[in-house]
C-alpha cells in the first residue's frame, strides 16, 4: 500500500514563507511525475507547480518567481518552497505523485496567509 504524508503547513504572514514536503512510502516500485496542488475554500482544487522524474518543472501563472518545487529520488520525496506568500495563496495543500503507473494523494496540510 502506497502513503503520501505532507507536512509543514501552518500559518504566515503575507510576505513570509513556508516550506511543504511530502514523504512517499509503501511498496513502490516507479514514481512518475510529483506535484503540488491546492483547495482553497469554496473553489475547486487546483495545480500549483509539477516536478518530472527528470527534475523538470512547471509552474501556475499566480506562483511563478514566488515557489519553487523540487524531489529528491533517492528519498522519495518532493518539496514546495513558498516564499512572498499572499493571502491568496490560503489554502489547503495537496501532494501528489504517479507511482506504480496510479495517482497518489496526500490527504492535505493548511497554509494559512495571513494580511
Known amino acids: 500500500q502506497v502513503q503520501l504524508v505532507e507536512s509543514g503547513g501552518g500559518l504566515v504572514q503575507a510576505g513570509g514563507s513556508l516550506r511543504l514536503s511530502c514523504a512517499a512510502s509503501?511498496?513502490?516500485?516507479?514514481?512518475?511525475?510529483m506535484a503540488w496542488y491546492r483547495q482553497a475554500p469554496g473553489k475547486p482544487r487546483e495545480l500549483v507547480a509539477t516536478?518530472?522524474?527528470?527534475?523538470?518543472?512547471n509552474y501556475a501563472d499566480s506562483v511563478k518567481g514566488r515557489f519553487t518545487i523540487s524531489r529528491d529520488n533517492t528519498k522519495r520525496t518532493v518539496s514546495l518552497q513558498m516564499n512572498s506568500l499572499k493571502p491568496e495563496d490560503t489554502a489547503v495543500y495537496y501532494c501528489?505523485?504517479?507511482?506504480?503507473?496510479?495517482?497518489?494523494w496526500g490527504k492535505g496540510t493548511l497554509v494559512t496567509v495571513s494580511s
Open positions: 501528489y505523485a504517479l507511482i506504480n503507473d496510479m495517482n497518489a
Open positions: 509503501g511498496s513502490i516500485f516507479s514514481i512518475g511525475v
Open positions: 516536478v518530472t522524474s527528470g527534475a523538470s518543472t
